[in-house]
Every structure is written in structure tokens, then in C-alpha cells.
């Protein structure tokens, strides 16, 4: 039995198929630009957002019917998964062999900036909690609601991430 | 060195060369995972209900519902499906003729065994109310599909089958019988090129003449 009870079937007002693509084709280019600040390449980047928007997609009728902001949500969800991969990874010692299904090209053109190189040295929470608070200008609180961490633990990370980069450029 | 390294870092993160070139087919590939993943997740969901009702003897009706449910939804209930047409109250099946026929949304189009009514995104017979049990079928709106399958008008037939391997086709339509009180199946009227034309919820075992296409 495959059958699925919603508590309420609220009428959309539009094809949710369609505003899926839709919503994919609007985001992608913001989500990619995205990626490529929380993972540091393009590749990685590809692939996060790739992931997250099929899991979100997966889910779209749900998550329009739940009053989600489908762009928000994303975001927060790379994140997230951008953190709990590289755990996964790490713990696994996979080698990353992911099809580069999105980005046509795998060139960095960040590659010889010394700060993106130093940011590579974060582990992925750190870097998150950078590219939350510089790059999307989140407050404390708002990267804790984010992440679910504590903002004492935003802080710690923030000032870890802030003493590393320091010292990778001044060693550079 | 701290503002500075702030004032870095958001300048870094404002540099166009942060932007990447999507493939153009890159929406359609995403997609196309996004629907992959949902079969699989059904078909999950499927296979540990069966397991459940195989070892424990239970009723798929009283609890496959809730575990085929999507997991992050408030837990669904055997209760008749509540459908609501926005800026109006809610229709279920089952729903005494009485109050259903109070909704505003409805408009009567005929009057057979049973009565016929459009709503305002729904045209012709989109519900059909028995006077001795109540609302019968509910058609939704054309570009409405269903919550977990993504079935909708323009689905083939094809697709709706491989959705529910239960599901019955007989000529132009296909029914699936559902789980839940009162008795209740998605019927999927087809057109003579096998896609289907409309998504309608309907009661099992009512009076109502509700026929195919």
C-alpha cells in the first residue's frame, strides 16, 4: 500500500510539478554561488545543491502545504548537509567521486586568492558559521536557529574560524 | 586586523568569480532526482508496512496510514481526507449532505440519485453528495496532485500504475483503494492517449453514479 492521509489537502493554487522546476530554474544560479562559499569548490558545490534541492523537491507538495520558504529552507539545508557530509566522510574515509551533474565548468576562479585558501583550513562548521555571518549576514542567534547549536557555540566557532584565518594570511 | 579581515570576508563573498555556470539541462536533471527519490522513499515506506502487518497481524487500514505517512507531517488519521478549496471551509467524504451543502463553494450543476455540484476552481460535476451518505467525490482543481505521488492531470497511465501497483484500470480509468474510514479511492479518469484528466477522491460504496472519464 503506498497511500498517503494528509491531515488537510489545501489546493496550492499551482502545479506543484511546475513550481518546482520553476523554483529550480529561478534558485539554482543563487544556491550555486552559495555552495561555492560553504564548500570552497565548485565541484562539492555542484553536488550539495544537487542533493538538497532533490530531497526538497522529494518533499515540495509537504513543504509548500507546511508554509515552508522553499529558498530559505534550502539554503539552511545545505548548511547542514554540507556539515553532516563531511563528518560522514571523514569518518568513512570515502574518496568523493560525485557526478558534476550541475556545474559545467570545474574551474575555481577563486583559487589563487589567499583568504578563499585560507577558508579552506576551516573544518565545515567553522566555514559554515563564516559564510552565515559574512556572506549571508545572519546574527549569533539566527546561526544558532540555523545550525541547532547553541549561540555560545557560534561564538567559540566564530573566534576559532577568526584565529585560523588570521594566522593562515599572515603566515602567507 | 579584525575589521579588516571582516571587511575581507564579506568582500570575498561578494566577488562575482564566487558565481557558477549551471549545465542547461541542470533543472530538469534535479527534477528528475527529485521524483526518483520520491518513489524510493515510497517504496521504503511500502515494504515496512508490509513487514509490520506480516510479523505483528495488523490492520494496514489502522496503521499503515500513519507509517506511510511523510515523516515530518503531523501524524495522519483514518479520518475521512479533508480537502479544502482556498477562502473556503473543508469538504470529506462522508461528509453529511447538510453540511456540505452549506459550503459556498459549492454550485449546483444537476440533480440525479445523487447531487451534483462545481466549485470554483473545479467545473461540471466536481462533487457529487449523496443524500444517504454524505459527499461522494471531490474533484481537484487541474493543476492539484497528489501529496506524496505527484500524480496530476497529464500523468500517464503508465506512471499512476507504477505509483500503486494496486491500483485497478478498467478502460478509461484507473482506481486505487485507500486506507482509511470511511472506504475511500483516488479515481484517475483517463483520455484516449492514456493520460490522465482529473484527480478525484471518492467513497467507496456510495449510490452515487460516479462512472468513469
Given at each position: ?172 | ?93 462522508g461528509?453529511?449532505a ?14 440525479d440519485t445523487c447531487e ?12 457529487a453528495i449523496s443524500p444517504r451518505y454524505g459527499v461522494a467525490r ?64 471518492e467513497l467507496v460504496g456510495s449510490d452515487c453514479p460516479l462512472g468513469?472519464?
Amino acid at each position: 500500500m503506498t497511500a498517503v492521509l494528509p491531515v488537510e489537502w489545501v489546493d496550492p493554487g499551482v502545479d506543484a510539478r511546475a513550481d518546482f522546476g520553476e523554483f529550480v530554474r529561478a534558485s539554482l544560479p543563487t544556491l550555486l554561488r552559495y555552495g561555492h562559499a560553504l564548500t570552497g569548490n565548485p565541484h562539492d558545490a555542484a553536488d550539495l545543491v544537487q542533493t538538497v534541492l532533490e530531497k526538497l523537491g522529494a518533499r515540495w507538495s509537504t513543504l509548500l502545504r507546511k508554509g515552508f520558504e522553499p529558498l530559505a529552507y534550502a539554503r539552511r539545508s545545505m548548511a547542514n548537509a554540507h556539515i553532516s557530509r563531511w563528518r560522514r566522510r571523514s569518518r568513512e574515509k570515502l574518496v568523493a567521486d560525485f557526478p558534476d551533474a550541475i556545474a559545467e565548468s570545474g574551474v575555481d576562479r577563486l583559487e589563487h586568492e589567499p583568504l578563499w585558501q585560507a577558508l579552506r583550513d576551516l573544518p565545515p562548521r567553522q566555514r559554515a558559521v563564516v559564510v552565515l555571518r559574512f556572506y549571508e549576514g545572519l546574527s549569533e542567534l539566527e546561526i544558532a536557529a540555523t545550525l541547532g547549536i547553541s549561540p555560545g557555540t557560534v561564538k567559540s566557532q566564530n573566534s576559532r574560524a577568526m584565529a585560523t584565518l588570521r594566522k593562515r594570511l599572515e603566515e602567507g | 586586523m579584525t575589521v579588516e579581515l571582516d571587511d575581507r570576508l564579506r568582500e570575498l563573498f561578494a566577488d562575482e568569480r564566487l558565481d557558477l555556470p549551471a549545465r542547461p539541462d541542470a533543472a530538469e536533471v534535479i527534477v528528475t532526482g527529485a521524483r526518483r527519490r520520491r518513489r524510493a522513499r515510497v517504496a521504503v515506506a511500502s515494504t515496512f508496512a508490509l513487514t509490520l502487518l506480516v510479523g505483528g497481524g495488523v490492520a494496514v487500514s489502522g496503521v499503515g496510514g500513519s507509517l506511510l505517512g511523510e515523516p515530518a507531517s503531523p501524524a495522519p488519521s483514518t479520518a475521512p481526507l479533508p480537502v479544502r478549496t482556498s477562502g473556503y471551509p473543508v469538504l470529506r467524504l462522508g461528509m453529511p449532505a447538510q453540511e456540505a451543502r452549506a459550503n459556498p463553494a459549492l454550485t449546483l450543476t444537476r440533480i440525479d440519485t445523487c447531487e451534483f455540484y462545481s466549485l470554483p476552481d473545479v467545473p461540471g460535476d466536481a462533487v457529487a453528495i449523496s443524500p444517504r451518505y454524505g459527499v461522494a467525490r471531490i474533484t481537484r482543481p487541474a493543476t492539484s496532485v497528489t501529496p506524496t505521488s505527484l500524480l496530476g492531470v497529464g500523468t500517464p497511465a503508465g506512471k499512476v500504475l507504477e505509483h500503486y501497483p494496486e491500483a485497478v484500470r478498467r478502460d478509461d480509468l484507473i482506481t486505487v483503494r485507500l486506507p482509511g474510514t470511511p472506504e475511500w479511492r483516488y479515481a484517475f479518469p483517463l483520455d484516449d492517449a492514456g493520460e490522465v484528466t482529473a484527480v478525484r477522491l471518492e467513497l467507496v460504496g456510495s449510490d452515487c453514479p460516479l462512472g468513469g472519464g
